[in-house]
């Protein structure tokens, strides 16, 4: 926007006195009435305001740019509101900072001072709309059925890895197959199949999922293996491999999702790229939805983390004054706070289980690709496409430190147990190890040929798998940084070396 004005500027330099006028700075536009009988068409958003934004508004306020967080693109976005908080209050056009801001009474006028402020008709016409009600669009087509297809037989990416908590077993998912191997041996257990599964046309599909399996997350008492691909989640019994539930209806691909601490919560994160974020907490056992954090972000979530746990007061108990002398003792209960990072640039925190928000950590400059949380809820690491880690003090609110992690994208961190320790990996093909208090590199994983976008640890860091393009699972001795296995499918050849290749 500061250019389009500064533009504007040095164009008005060579216009005439007369061509000047319409661009001096005005006051309040005049209020003149309209009624919805003056209209030549039924009041409706997409008819008469959409319209009238995307002619004066949307330059600034949609697409990549949303200057004060405000995205007029769509309805939803312009009544889940910006920086500000919410810009329409239907039915009142006078408290609302949208009307106000086209008005020209705002301390932030729309258009912006210089530009050539809205006709008495059209703010008449915003005025009209939220005194109406502020009503959403009428005849809105649903969006279409998405049918997706198996991957062809050569696409074959490791997207998720998860080790058992005992760290016996390592899952490895391959294209749409889940693999089960023996993390001592690294034999071949068994290929996890969803029965019934069968593409729009009817062919049978065995296979984990129609489409890649983009996410993975073992239960911490190591009952369940969950897997994650487009609009759904299998929840896998893990000592038989057998399909005990599947949750569909997503918005999209769901990329991440973790277990509380205690095991009783399974977090689930996704959303429509560019659009919304979808954050989902369900019932370990029930696998009922306790909490959806709609609008939680304005584009994917990409990673999300369980807070240690919490003790607040019961129901029905207050917090003793913190100056009392002999503060009484009080009931309470477990909670936790939930980290979320987005395509949006953001790292969110929220309570739980209320879904309010509670902190947000602004730094990274390109899309934040995963978060997590150390063991003592002092700190957060949230990892970047900006090819670093930064870590976040969570009671100051604010940046302790950035660590130039990766020469490419870091695509997925991962804290070690209670360890100050973390992982991660990207596309440099790389594996590492940092500490969190300290920024320091304290380990090295060696043997990745590609873009590497999965890692998995057990709880005492001694298992450490990773696994990328190149479609192998590689186990490592977290202790001492050596590659112990590589492991494929037993249908799936060794890849080319580079050397074999050229011959």
């Avoid at 009435?33 to 039924?42: A, I, N, R, S």
């Avoid at 100050?420 to 060696?446: I, Q, R």
């Amino acid at each position: 926007m500061r250019l389009i004005c500064t533009c504007i500027a040095l164009c008005l330099l060579s216009l005439p006195a007369s061509a000047q006028e319409k661009f001096k700075e005005v006051g309040p536009i005049k209020e003149i009435p309209l009624k919805v009988t003056d209209l030549k068409k039924p009041l409706d958003y997409l008819e008469h305001v959409d319209a009238l934004f995307a002619k004066r508004c949307t330059v600034c306020h949609s697409g990549n740019i949303k200057e004060g967080k405000l995205d007029l693109g769509s309805y939803e976005t312009l009544m889940r509101g910006g920086k500000s908080g919410d810009v329409v209050k239907p039915g009142k056009s006078q408290d609302s900072i949208l009307y106000k801001a086209v008005q020209r009474t705002h301390r932030r006028p729309m258009p912006p001072k210089g530009d050539e402020p809205c006709t008495q008709e059209e703010v008449a016409l915003i005025k009209l709309w939220i005194d109406d009600g502020a009503k959403a669009p009428k005849n809105i087509k649903p969006p279409k059925e998405i049918f997706v297809t198996p991957p062809p037989s050569n696409v074959n990416p490791v997207r998720a890895v998860a080790v058992s908590p005992d760290k016996n077993i390592v899952a490895g998912a391959r294209g749409n197959q889940i693999h089960i191997y023996d993390a001592g041996s690294g034999a071949h257990v068994r290929t996890l199949v969803s029965p019934g599964l069968k593409t729009k046309e009817g062919k049978d599909v065995k296979a984990a999922h129609i489409s890649l399996v983009e996410s993975m997350c073992w239960s911490p008492d190591g009952k369940y293996l969950v897997s994650g691909s487009f609009r759904e989640i299998t929840i896998w019994e893990a000592a038989t491999g057998e399909e005990r539930h599947k949750i569909k209806g997503f918005a999209h691909i769901v990329v991440a999702m973790t277990f509380s601490p205690d095991g009783k919560f399974l977090g689930v994160a996704g959303g429509s790229p560019t659009a919304d974020g979808e954050v989902k907490i369900f019932d370990v056992g029930t696998w009922a939805l306790k909490l959806d954090l709609k609008n939680c972000h304005s584009d994917t979530v990409y990673g999300l983390s369980f807070s240690p746990e919490l003790q607040v007061p019961a129901p029905g108990e207050k917090l003793p004054d913190p100056n009392a002398k002999n503060p009484p003792k009080i009931k309470t209960v477990p909670a936790y706070m939930l980290a979320t990072c987005s395509a949006d640039k953001f790292v969110k925190v929220w309570n739980l289980p209320d879904g309010k928000a509670v902190k947000s950590f602004e730094g990274h400059t390109h899309h934040v690709l995963d978060v997590g949380w150390a063991s003592d809820g002092k700190l957060l690491a949230s990892a970047g496409a900006d090819n670093t880690v930064k870590i976040w003090d969570f009671e100051k609110g604010e940046q302790a430190r950035t660590i130039n992690a990766h020469g490419k994208q870091v695509t997925r961190l991962m804290f070690i147990g209670k360890k100050a320790e973390f992982l991660t990996c990207g596309g440099d093909n790389a594996v590492k190890k940092f500490n969190a208090t300290n920024g320091g590199n304290t380990g090295n994983y060696a043997g990745g040929t590609d873009f590497i976008y999965a890692i998995g640890t057990s709880p005492d860091g001694a298992v450490i798998v990773a696994g990328g393009q190149d479609g192998i699972v590689r186990v490592y001795n977290g202790t001492n940084s050596q590659l112990t296995r590589s492991l494929l499918p037993p249908d799936a050849q060794p890849p080319m070396k580079q050397e074999e290749k050229k011959k």
